[in-house]
Nanobody, 126 residues
Framework: QVQLVESGGGLVQAGGSLRLSCAAS????????MAWFRQAPGKEREFVAA????????YSTNSMKGRFVISRDNAKNTVYLQMNSLEPEDTAVYYC???????????????????WGQGTQVTVSS
């Protein structure tokens, strides 16, 4: 098993930036592909970005490419989400998740993730 704890959320003005962190503990961090999802009030959980176990391959939605960048530091057992040019529509609770799935195109499905953090709130004001 792996335990995940997110941090770095907060209130930011539109156009600003935030970097979220997700610290992992437990079983070997490099055994897992990692991802970020988000959920806004009244909406379903939405895929943001995913990263392979080595960090060499990333996958994100078209709407977030160029604004959101996922990365990981395997020496620190941490995955990051750098969010730039934030918009009010990005307001949500952001979750990190871990999966044993290695096929990158399957990593956008939340059902492939058995391990989740508790989430961190990101609020973007207009």
């Amino acid at each position: 098993q792996v335990q995940l704890v997110e941090s770095g959320g907060g209130l930011v003005q539109a156009g600003g930036s935030l970097r979220l962190s997700c610290a992992a503990s437990g079983r070997s961090f490099t055994s897992y592909s990692m991802a970020w999802f988000r959920q806004a009030p009244g909406k379903e959980r939405e895929f943001v970005a995913a990263l392979s176990r080595s960090g060499s391959t990333s996958y994100s939605t078209n709407s977030m490419k160029g604004r959101f960048v996922i990365s990981r530091d395997n020496a620190k057992n941490t995955v990051y989400l750098q969010m730039n040019s934030l918009e009010p529509e990005d307001t949500a609770v952001y979750y990190c998740a871990a999966s044993s799935v290695v096929t990158v195109t399957l990593l956008k499905y939340p059902t492939n993730y058995p391990y989740w953090g508790q989430g961190t709130q990101v609020t973007v004001s207009s």
